[in-house]
């Protein structure tokens, strides 16, 4: 075995012979681990997601065994470790109240225990975020491991995607055209395999940004997680996070402001979700990258989508990982990418992407002959969000990108259910849907809401899109004309939470602009009478939550939590 050739962090638990050294190696070895497995070699801690509650990361027991023998096989020393777990269809009121408490817990856990490196195993939705936003604030060598996705679903020799067909089958059954059989088996064959979803949804995206990022290895985001290859990918990510460690390859060498800019670039090309914006913003917050909500629409707004995936496209992550996967959508884009950034493999982005190839060019499009011209997000401002919003041109109606329309306002989620389909709502399709109190502290944790479902009396007479407008976000799953993250939000003084029912509203997505008509006096004179919604919790995580949330215009994070505190921890714990 060769030594690291500096100290290691472990070296203060593990290398001492006194009473401490004592302590720590002796309840270590009731696990059967042998006394030269504390000798000096590299402790690989693995951050494991795992959870029956989050069926996405369910398999991830095994996906940790091949991570722990590409560590021993390096000569390092795998200790496993369970993190907090965010499951995206079962957890209310919604997982992103949660994502900073994971964070939290996996900051503390790496940074209290004898680790030099760490291999973040992230599948569903938030926890590929609340463990890089962790790791990022400790700074040790890390490298992460998607789950996954499913296969793709098949469902009666169709092919069916993770939530896009929820709503239709759902809407079905209501109509009469599909019998509640019918319906259960569909259940099963959306589902079939383990993995997270295999649309390009919030998942699959933020798979795609972690290896566009530099973080994982190259082909992390496809590879689906029943096939023998992701088990290789955790295999070498479990040799590499020990080279890592002797090389004292840090986060902070890899998290660079070019590689948030590659990462915005790529979200582009692969029409990523929307919940991507608020991630990497708190990632970079932890790091140091100084990142801005207007970096997106500067670095990423003129990047053409390239892949022909659901929710925009037709295709899901199996296909996409045939067709190429994450490493030929990023040759495609040839020198939009800083191909000098350095990621986790110890080689540079254009190296890491050199060979790869389009096996599919129904799957993957070439930048001169796009899938879409656009698929970036367009930031908008004015008097309604003077801190920002966003829209996701590429999944909006082309006729509604600059529109006018009568307020029609739902105050929270709770008003809009019980609103949007009586009769005697007065709403045509010219009017703009606007829900309140839904974002970080209004709801709290900014539910995927805002994709709110248009009033059937609309929806029988074929429209299918109208502008909406709030402070939630929404599912990576779904699409529509729909302004998201208002910032500041309404449950935070924000204009938003000043509009009435009958307010013009103006959106110009060409010109940026996000515009209610109301004179600055009128506005002034409506915020003199309004007071703030009153938290559901008066205690607990979620009063903390409210009180220290940031919004979406910088990530959500707590502001307690931004920034990089680094690992050391002076006090032994006897
Ligand atoms: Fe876990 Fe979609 S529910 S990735």
Redesign the pocket.
Same mark, same amino acid.
């Given at each position: 075995m060769t030594r690291a050739r500096k100290p290691l962090r472990s070296a203060a638990w593990f290398g001492k012979l006194d009473k401490d050294g004592f302590a720590h190696r002796s309840w270590m070895k009731t696990q059967g681990l042998p006394h030269h497995l504390f000798d000096g070699r590299p402790v690989i801690g693995i951050c494991n997601t795992f959870s029956e509650l %989050?069926?996405?990361n369910a398999h991830f027991r095994e996906l940790a065994e091949h991570v722990k023998r590409g560590v021993y096989e390096a000569g390092g020393f795998p200790l496993e470790f369970p993190v907090m777990s965010l499951?995206?269809?079962n957890l209310r009121p919604t997982a992103m109240l949660f994502r900073n408490l994971a964070a939290m817990d996996v900051e503390e856990s790496i940074r209290g225990n004898p680790i030099d490196g760490v291999v973040l195993l992230a599948? /569903?939705?938030k926890t590929t975020p609340s463990l890089l936003m962790g790791a990022a604030s400790c700074d040790l060598p890390a490298i992460m491991v998607s789950g996954g996705p499913m296969l793709n679903g098949r469902f009666r020799n169709e092919t069916i995607g993770? @939530?896009t067909v929820v709503w239709k089958f759902s809407e079905d059954v209501r109509a009469g055209d599909m019998r509640l059989d019918d319906f259960l088996e569909a259940e099963a064959s959306m589902s079939r395999s383990a993995g997270? /979803?295999m649309t390009m @949804? %919030?998942?699959s995206t933020m798979a795609s940004m972690a290896e566009a990022l530099g973080v994982t290895l190259p082909t992390n985001a496809a590879i689906p997680a029943v096939d023998a290859r992701r088990s290789v990918l955790a295999h070498m990510s479990g040799r590499r996070i020990v080279g890592m460690v002797r090389e004292d390859l840090r986060l902070s060498r890899i998290l660079t402001r070019k590689a948030f800019e590659n990462a915005i670039r790529v979200n582009a090309a692969i029409g990523g979700s929307t919940n991507a914006v608020i991630h990497l913003l708190a990632i970079a917050g932890r790091i140091g990258v100084d990142l801005s909500l207007d970096d997106w629409d500067r670095i990423g707004g003129d990047v053409p989508c390239l892949v022909n995936l659901m929710p925009s496209g037709k295709y899901l992550m199996e296909d996409f990982y045939y067709a190429g996967g994450l490493p030929q959508v990023m040759n495609e884009l040839g020198n939009m990418l800083h191909r000098d950034a350095p990621t986790v493999s110890g080689r540079a982005v254009g190296d890491n992407i050199a060979g790869a190839v389009c096996y599919n060019r129904e799957v993957i499009f070439p930048a001169d002959r796009p899938f879409k011209p656009q698929g970036g997000v367009a930031v908008l401002r004015g008097n309604l969000a003077p801190n920002g919003a966003i829209i996701k041109p590429s999944a909006a109606t082309p006729a509604l990108m600059k529109h006018r329309g009568r307020a029609v306002v739902f105050e929270d989620i709770e008003h809009y259910k019980a609103r949007v389909d009586d009769p005697a709502l007065d709403i045509d399709e010219t009017c703009v849907m606007v829900l309140k109190n839904c974002g970080p502290k209004g709801y709290p944790g900014m539910a995927e809401v805002g994709n709110m479902g248009l009033p059937a009396k609309i929806l029988r007479k074929g429209v299918r899109d109208m502008v909406r407008i709030s402070d939630a976000r929404m599912s990576g799953t779904a699409y529509g004309t729909v302004v998201l993250h208002v910032a500041p939000e309404a449950a935070a003084g924000g204009p938003l939470a000043l509009v009435r029912d009958g307010d013009m509203i103006e959106l110009d997505v060409a010109a940026r602009r996000l515009h209610l008509d109301a004179s600055a006096a009128e506005l002034k004179r409506r915020m003199a009478a309004w007071t703030p919604p009153v938290p559901a919790m008066a205690s607990g995580y979620q009063a903390l939550y409210v009180d220290r949330v940031l919004q979406a215009d910088r990530g959500c994070d707590f502001d307690f939590l931004v920034g990089m505190r680094g690992a050391a921890v002076p006090r032994e714990s006897h």
């Amino acid at each position: 075995m060769t030594r690291a050739r500096k100290p290691l962090r472990s070296a203060a638990w593990f290398g001492k012979l006194d009473k401490d050294g004592f302590a720590h190696r002796s309840w270590m070895k009731t696990q059967g681990l042998p006394h030269h497995l504390f000798d000096g070699r590299p402790v690989i801690g693995i951050c494991n997601t795992f959870s029956e509650l %989050t069926p996405c990361n369910a398999h991830f027991r095994e996906l940790a065994e091949h991570v722990k023998r590409g560590v021993y096989e390096a000569g390092g020393f795998p200790l496993e470790f369970p993190v907090m777990s965010l499951g995206e269809s079962n957890l209310r009121p919604t997982a992103m109240l949660f994502r900073n408490l994971a964070a939290m817990d996996v900051e503390e856990s790496i940074r209290g225990n004898p680790i030099d490196g760490v291999v973040l195993l992230a599948g /569903c939705d938030k926890t590929t975020p609340s463990l890089l936003m962790g790791a990022a604030s400790c700074d040790l060598p890390a490298i992460m491991v998607s789950g996954g996705p499913m296969l793709n679903g098949r469902f009666r020799n169709e092919t069916i995607g993770s @939530g896009t067909v929820v709503w239709k089958f759902s809407e079905d059954v209501r109509a009469g055209d599909m019998r509640l059989d019918d319906f259960l088996e569909a259940e099963a064959s959306m589902s079939r395999s383990a993995g997270s /979803c295999m649309t390009m @949804g %919030t998942a699959s995206t933020m798979a795609s940004m972690a290896e566009a990022l530099g973080v994982t290895l190259p082909t992390n985001a496809a590879i689906p997680a029943v096939d023998a290859r992701r088990s290789v990918l955790a295999h070498m990510s479990g040799r590499r996070i020990v080279g890592m460690v002797r090389e004292d390859l840090r986060l902070s060498r890899i998290l660079t402001r070019k590689a948030f800019e590659n990462a915005i670039r790529v979200n582009a090309a692969i029409g990523g979700s929307t919940n991507a914006v608020i991630h990497l913003l708190a990632i970079a917050g932890r790091i140091g990258v100084d990142l801005s909500l207007d970096d997106w629409d500067r670095i990423g707004g003129d990047v053409p989508c390239l892949v022909n995936l659901m929710p925009s496209g037709k295709y899901l992550m199996e296909d996409f990982y045939y067709a190429g996967g994450l490493p030929q959508v990023m040759n495609e884009l040839g020198n939009m990418l800083h191909r000098d950034a350095p990621t986790v493999s110890g080689r540079a982005v254009g190296d890491n992407i050199a060979g790869a190839v389009c096996y599919n060019r129904e799957v993957i499009f070439p930048a001169d002959r796009p899938f879409k011209p656009q698929g970036g997000v367009a930031v908008l401002r004015g008097n309604l969000a003077p801190n920002g919003a966003i829209i996701k041109p590429s999944a909006a109606t082309p006729a509604l990108m600059k529109h006018r329309g009568r307020a029609v306002v739902f105050e929270d989620i709770e008003h809009y259910k019980a609103r949007v389909d009586d009769p005697a709502l007065d709403i045509d399709e010219t009017c703009v849907m606007v829900l309140k109190n839904c974002g970080p502290k209004g709801y709290p944790g900014m539910a995927e809401v805002g994709n709110m479902g248009l009033p059937a009396k609309i929806l029988r007479k074929g429209v299918r899109d109208m502008v909406r407008i709030s402070d939630a976000r929404m599912s990576g799953t779904a699409y529509g004309t729909v302004v998201l993250h208002v910032a500041p939000e309404a449950a935070a003084g924000g204009p938003l939470a000043l509009v009435r029912d009958g307010d013009m509203i103006e959106l110009d997505v060409a010109a940026r602009r996000l515009h209610l008509d109301a004179s600055a006096a009128e506005l002034k004179r409506r915020m003199a009478a309004w007071t703030p919604p009153v938290p559901a919790m008066a205690s607990g995580y979620q009063a903390l939550y409210v009180d220290r949330v940031l919004q979406a215009d910088r990530g959500c994070d707590f502001d307690f939590l931004v920034g990089m505190r680094g690992a050391a921890v002076p006090r032994e714990s006897h």
